[in-house]
Structures are given as C-alpha cells and as structure tokens.
C-alpha cells in the first residue's frame, strides 16, 4: 500500500513492477503522475490528486489493474495518458490506451475493513485476464491464473474472496467446513 504521500512532482512509482499493490491518496502539488513507465498487475490506483501536468498514470502498462476516482485540476485529466499506454482487462474511468477487454464501469468498491475491497456485485469480480501467464492454459485448470479462491483473477488489488461452504446438519447442531473447492 502507497498511501498519504505528497511531493511537488511525482508523488508515486516510476520504472518499477507493481503487483497487488494498493496506491491511493497522494497528491502531487504540480505533477501528480503517481504511476509513471511501470508495469502495473492487479493493482488498484484511486484518490490520488493534484496539479497533474501528466496524468496519474503514465507511460505504463497495466493487466487485472483499477484506476478510478483520481482527480487532476489541469490539461490531460484524470487517468491515462492518451497514446502512452497499454491496459488489458482493466477498468479505466478515464483516458485512451489499447488493449482488450477494459471498461470505464464503476468498480463498486466495499465500505468493509480493508480500503478498496470489492463489492459484491462488481464488474471486476472474475473479470481479469483468464490466462495471465500468458502459458495458454485458462484458469479453470492453471492455478496461477487464480486468484486465492480458485475463481478466475478479479481486476484490481483487492479480491472478494468467494468461498464455498459445505453444510451439514447433526441434530439441531450446524456445522460448516470451508473448503476452497468447488
């Protein structure tokens, strides 16, 4: 987790591998790029604020990654920097970039413990890239193509665990087991 951080200029990462990395509420007074020419792989970049002479992320590409609510007050807006990147099953309020697979949908995210969960109900759950090694074998028989759950990857840093529970009922007595198979 990025968080609360301020500085004139670039606020954030440059040239480096983000891998579920939550990055939220910095602010740069001039530049506010908090994301600039890095890899970005299910990450979530929101509440990131400032002057932005570029925009909150740059020159990077992204996969499984949310970048929502930033705000900039100036020239390229709040989120991509047009032309400058790559973005694949992601979701993007704002810019231009290639790819497949992305969307500008609201996120929904969670009002729960830990900052930017998902919500039930999210666009992002099992959403994200469904072979993300890139090995041509989905995730429904790849484990490293899951997220912790065994389901398919969900966009952004946070997953919404989904759990199944077996039931069984002895007497007037409930017992679950909790079991990551389906």
Request: negative net charge; contains cysteine; hydrophobic residues 25%.
């Given at each position: 987790?990025?968080?609360n951080n301020?500085?004139?200029n670039m606020?954030g ?6 891998i579920?990395?939550v ?6 007074s001039?530049?506010?790029?908090v ?7 299910n990450?979530t970049?929101t509440?990131?604020?400032g002057?932005?002479?570029y925009?909150t ?9 949310i970048i929502w ?11 991509w920097l047009?032309?400058?990147a790559v973005?694949?099953?992601?979701i ?7 790819g497949i ?7 929904q ?5 830990f900052?930017?969960s ?6 992002a759950i099992?959403?994200g ?7 041509g ?12 759950d065994?389901?398919r990857?969900?966009?952004g840093a946070?997953?919404l ?5 077996e ?12 079991s990551?198979?389906?």
């Open positions: 987790i990025a968080r301020s500085a004139e606020p990462f440059s040239n480096a591998t983000l579920n990395c990055i939220y509420n910095n602010n740069g001039n530049n506010g790029t994301v600039g020419g890095c890899k970005l792989i990450c970049v509440q990131n604020s002057g932005c002479v925009p992320v740059g020159w990077s590409t992204a996969e499984n990654s609510g930033n705000s900039c007050s100036e020239q390229f807006g709040n989120g047009a032309g400058s973005a694949n099953y992601c993007i309020e704002s810019g231009t970039y290639t697979a992305n969307g500008n949908w609201n996120p995210f969670s009002s729960g413990n900052p930017f998902l919500a039930a109900g999210s666009p099992d959403a890239n469904p072979d993300l090694d890139g090995d074998i989905s995730y429904l028989t790849d484990l490293d193509d899951q997220d912790h065994g389901t990857f969900d966009i946070n997953i665990y989904q759990w199944r529970s039931e069984r009922r002895v007497g007037k007595e409930c017992r679950s087991r909790w990551p198979n389906h």
